[in-house]
């Protein structure tokens, strides 16, 4: 009884099993792509399944299909990469993971949230462009315009882009060829190159060519507030400084006066008496 007690005591110490859940299916994990997942024809991915506890392995699907499999290289990682090289128009779609534990008895997570990846380059060039041209000041809202040529079979769905950003700002569906992203509250944080691009909302999820990247600039305004406060606290410093001043002369010339009031005895040594 006692060796298996250490035994199993050693196991949750050595591949981390207080970061699984005693009661219930461990939480889900999450997938994500490098460098985006959102690139050229003939570009490489790679897809990278985190999971919330050491996983023994884990699972790639594609629309609910399996795609392969891997191992972390020790029971301590919680994460396994899955790469994809030359990507085609049949490589896009919604892509999910999953991951395996032997604790207990082979116990599997939910499915990650799905991932879509979208291969550009087999629609037409859409444009993009600002209503407020120029830099912009923080806190304002910027709309940026994204307008398709040609006709798409089919639902469409435009997606905002952000150079170095590993997923789209927004997506959105739109019936025409016009659709207007909005960036609400802006700070300096929003500044960067944008690009859009359109894509058919169902499979094969043909998408088109990024659009010419256009530039947003963000100025946050000084702290007005923080000076207004500076200045005042001057002010009112240099105005009590004065008042204290003015004050202390009337006390002084006062006691003076007092002091050579005619109504007062002067000593008699002061008179030379």
């Known amino acids: 009884m006692i060796p298996r007690l250490l035994s199993l005591l050693c196991l949750r110490l050595c591949v981390g099993q207080s970061d699984i859940p005693v009661n219930g299916p ?17 570009s490489s991915v790679t897809m990278r399944c985190r999971s919330p506890a050491p996983s023994e392995y884990f ?3 594609k629309e609910g ?34 991951s395996f534990s032997k604790w207990p008895n082979g116990t599997g997570t939910q499915p990650s949230d799905a991932l879509l990846l979208l ?10 462009q600002a209503y407020h041209r120029g830099t912009v000041p923080a806190g304002s809202q910027v709309i940026l315009q994204c307008q398709k040529v040609g006709s798409v079979l089919g639902p469409v769905r435009f997606a905002l882009l952000k150079e170095g950003s590993s ?6 569906s739109a019936t025409g060829r016009v659709l207007d992203f909005s960036l609400l509250n802006v700070t300096a944080r929003d500044s960067g190159r944008y690009s859009c691009v359109y894509y058919q909302a169902k499979a094969p999820y043909r998408a088109s060519i990024p659009s010419n990247p256009l530039e947003v600039s963000v100025t946050e305004p000084p702290d007005t507030m923080r000076e207004g406060y500076t200045v005042g606290n001057l002010i009112r410093f240099g105005v009590a400084a004065v008042t204290v001043l003015i004050l202390g002369g009337f006390l002084l010339e006062a006691w003076h006066s007092q002091r050579l009031s005619p109504n007062r005895p002067w000593p008699h040594n002061a008179l030379g008496e």
């Not at 461990?26 to 003939?42: E, I, Y």
Request: with cysteine.
């Open 26 to 42: 461990p939480p889900k994990p999450s997938l994500s792509a490098w460098p985006s997942s959102v690139l050229p024809t003939k």
């Open 59 to 61: 699972i790639f699907k």
């Open 65 to 98: 299909f399996v795609l392969d499999s891997g191992k972390p290289h020790d029971l301590t990682e919680k994460m396994a990469e899955f790469h994809i090289a030359e990507l085609q128009q049949n490589h896009g779609g919604h892509y999910t993971c999953e």
């Open 119 to 128: 291969v550009t380059g087999y629609l037409s060039k859409p444009s993009l």
């Open 167 to 172: 997923a789209p700002v927004q997506i959105r």
